[in-house]
Nanobody
């Protein structure tokens, strides 16, 4: 699976951005698609995930109510709509795909494929 992430940029606090992650190479129907983020010196952290087949969604507590993950089956693309952005949301955002069983938590270690990362900078 190849993942191409896009949509990052510079935005003021309170603003919005939408990230996209286009998947290619094989069907992702059985995969969990996730967004993670990382700042220098810190571990990569989970942001949101969506199970492609069932549509089951999960969010990190820090983004609940502000971020929305969605998918477009026809385009094989996952989106992350980020609203009410805060300076602490500044990070490199990565999309990822993995075959994570429903009984297991989505973590970066359980993802099999990664996109190249897109930088989101939120200014005060």
């Amino acid at each position: 699976v190849q993942l191409q992430a896009s949509g990052g940029g510079l935005v003021q606090a309170g603003g919005s951005l939408r990230l996209s992650c286009a998947a290619s190479g094989r069907t992702v129907n059985s995969f969990v698609m996730g967004w993670f983020r990382q700042v220098p010196g810190k571990e990569r952290e989970f942001v949101a995930s969506i199970r492609w087949y069932s549509g089951t969604i999960g969010y990190a507590d820090s983004v609940k109510g502000r971020f929305t993950i969605s998918r477009d089956n026809a385009k094989n693309t996952v989106y992350l709509q980020m609203n009410s952005l805060k300076t602490e949301d500044t990070a490199v955002y990565y999309c990822a795909a993995g075959q994570v069983p429903r009984t297991m938590t989505v973590t970066s270690q359980r993802m099999d494929y990664w996109g190249q990362g897109t930088l989101v900078t939120v200014s005060s």
